[in-house]
Every structure is written in structure tokens, then in C-alpha cells.
């Protein structure tokens, strides 16, 4: 039961990112492989583990981009994403696993800093890859907004199991995408995804899972599948089956 942890990495302090990936390599449910993917910028870290493989992609298109390109080429049954200035308690993944029968699973509660909150973001939770493939994934030309709207999406298709632990760790970082003028909480760009996010699920409500993997999919330019598809021909072959 091999799960996929996928890590995103632009303009992330070393210490922060070592800290994310070495929290996911300590994790109680050692049956994963991590793939760091540097989003523009080379990867810096000073750690080594067979399950750890790295690459660096040339230019910044965001974390979205990454996770869609990144799950066209896994050959493991669940995948997972975490921001690369967070951290998870060791039994982050087993608790995620427990749930009998589940297929998707997230933690009702996050830590944000030092506060326990409730959550509903994709980036901490965990799916299985076929399904996560089922509804189109993620939207490669989207850089902000996507992780609640792939789990409501989740929601609309079948049951998600949820735990009721904090195992994850949210960082309170200035120039995050969470807190920067241009996409944070409350900015004109994130309340227009925001608005972009309701019309689509509005319009996938009561649709097959195939209806809502054609219609997101139609959502994206032809010129950003090309894309998609040279960087996936640079990472296919680097995650081990």
C-alpha cells in the first residue's frame, strides 16, 4: 500500500523544506516514496534516503502544475501532497489509513502555527490515485484555490473519511501564497478562484465522474497541456513502480 508524497519547492528556506521532507521519510507508515519537485529553482537538500527522489524543473508554473505532472506518472495506488514549509507528526499517514474501506481521507483539524483549526484542504489529506485521476486532478493553469475544490469535488463522487487528530502542520510564513498581497486570503485573485471554484461545482453536481474529468479538463488552454505533457516526459521513470 505504497502512498505518494508529492512536495512542490519555490523560494522555500532549506530548513523548512528538510524539515517537511524529513517529517514524511519518519513516518510510522514506511511503505511511501517522496518526490520533490523544484517549481523553477534547484532543490538544496542534504539528505539521503532510497525513498526520496528529487528533480528540478527549469521554470516556476506553480505547485498545481507540479501535482497534475506528478500524478500522471505515479504508479502507486495512493498519492498525497504537503506544502514544503510544513511539517506532519509521525503517524500523519497511518492515521489517514485506518479508516476501513476509504478511499480519501483528511484530518478535520490542522495545526495552523501554535492553533488547532478545522481544515478542508487537499494538501493534507490522502486519496487514492485512481480516483484523484477520475475528476481530472488538479488544474495546471490554476496557482491558488485548488486544494478545497479537488476535495468538495471528492465529496460530490463518494464518502471521505475523516480524522479527527491534528497530524498536520501548518507554517504562518510572510510571502507564502496564503499571505501575500497578491494571492492571500481575501485578495482580488483568490476571491475570483473563489467565484470560479462555486461555478464548477455547480456545474459538476450530480455528474459522473468522467463528465467532470472532460468538462475541467476542457477549462485548461491547449497551450498548458503541452506543457503538462513535456514535464511529464522529464519526471516519467524517476518514481519507482
Known sequence: MTVLVTI??????RDLLERAVRS?????HTDLQIVVMGDGEPVDLDIRDER?????????????????VALATSPHEWYATMGADDWLEPDHLETLLAPRGTSAS?????????RKQRSWLGELGIV???RLRAIGGYNPAERIGQDSLIWRLLAQQGHIATTRRATYHRTL???????APETGIGSPARRAVIARNREILRACRGKSAEWVSQYRAG????DVWRE?????????GLVAA
Do not use: C, M
Open 219 to 222: 477549462l485548461v488552454p491547449d
Open 52 to 68: 526520496l527522489f528529487v528533480h528540478d524543473f527549469p521554470d516556476n508554473r506553480g505547485p498545481y502544475f507540479r501535482q497534475v
Open 24 to 28: 514524511v521519510l519518519a513516518q510510522t
Open 228 to 236: 503538462v505533457n513535456d514535464a511529464i516526459g522529464q519526471l516519467l
Open 106 to 114: 483528511i484530518p478535520t483539524y490542522v495545526w495552523n502555527g501554535e
Open 173 to 179: 510564513r510572510e510571502g507564502s501564497l496564503t499571505s
Open 8 to 13: 512542490a519547492v519555490y523560494r522555500i528556506p
Open 128 to 130: 487514492k490515485t485512481e
